[in-house]
């Protein structure tokens, strides 16, 4: 799978838009993008992913630039809740290979 | 509602015994997980199945055995045998078991050997 780089922390004020980018310069084709998050002693959980096309769901969107090396996951109002740590991964369409795993992450702080 | 249960979310073991850890899922999915999570560390696959009667070792199987009688259940056992038990552990399931089949985590349970 391709690697992805993602900054290690990010603040947030309460009822703003929260953008976290993630970049997976060496991502292929058959690559797709792929967002969860842990909230602090909790089992991880999805949010959304995506092949080329932006993406909406309602827990967030996800917009993946056209060439496909980078992407931002936009939590639309954050509040309290949405304070975790988020993990941006690619996943090999068709490969035997199904164990998960996430990089570090980025912690997102969500203010009041 | 659908979704994964896990129990208990904490538990206690004294070195020596055998512990089993419960995941149940009604999404009606067809492949399960088991990983390990430590502090500061990313998650690793212990066991895994793809449909009932079925399951394969993951990365790290020493000392840990599964069962998947029924579709809903694959119940982890953390044996004696294994040497540094104390973890969170974490159930997943997914619709199928293709690397790109989402999957969705239960709530996890937190092991403690004292």
């Known amino acids: 799978d391709a690697k992805t780089t993602q900054p290690p922390s990010m603040d947030c004020a309460e009822g703003r838009a929260a953008n976290l980018p993630c970049n997976h310069s060496t991502i292929s084709g058959n690559e797709y993008v792929y967002w969860y998050r842990q909230i602090h002693s909790q089992g991880p959980q999805y949010i959304i992913h995506g092949l080329k096309n932006n993406e909406t769901n309602e827990m967030a969107s996800l917009i993946i630039t056209e060439d496909r090396k980078s992407s931002t996951l936009i939590l639309p109002h954050a509040t309290l809740r949405d304070t975790a740590v988020y993990y941006c991964?690619?996943?090999?369409?068709?490969?035997?290979?199904?164990?998960?795993?996430f990089g570090a992450g980025t912690t997102v702080t969500v203010r009041a | 509602d659908g979704g994964i249960t896990q129990s208990p979310k904490y538990l206690f073991r004294k070195e020596g015994q055998n512990v089993t850890l419960s995941c149940e899922q009604n999404l009606n999915h067809d492949a399960m997980y088991w990983y390990r999570q430590d502090p500061g560390q990313g998650l690793r696959l212990i066991y895994y199945?793809?449909?009932?009667?079925?399951?394969q070792k993951g990365d790290i199987a020493e000392g840990y055995s599964v069962s998947r009688e029924k579709k809903e259940s694959f119940p982890l056992t953390v044996t004696s045998a294994q040497k540094n038990p104390t973890a969170f552990y974490l159930c997943?399931?997914?619709?199928?078991?293709?690397?790109?089949?989402?999957?969705?985590f239960g709530p996890g349970t937190r092991l403690t050997v004292l």
């Open positions: 991964i690619v996943r090999v369409a068709g490969q035997n290979d199904y164990k998960l795993s």
């Open positions: 199945s793809q449909i009932v009667n079925d399951f």
């Open positions: 997943a399931s997914s619709i199928r078991l293709l690397s790109t089949d989402t999957q969705y």
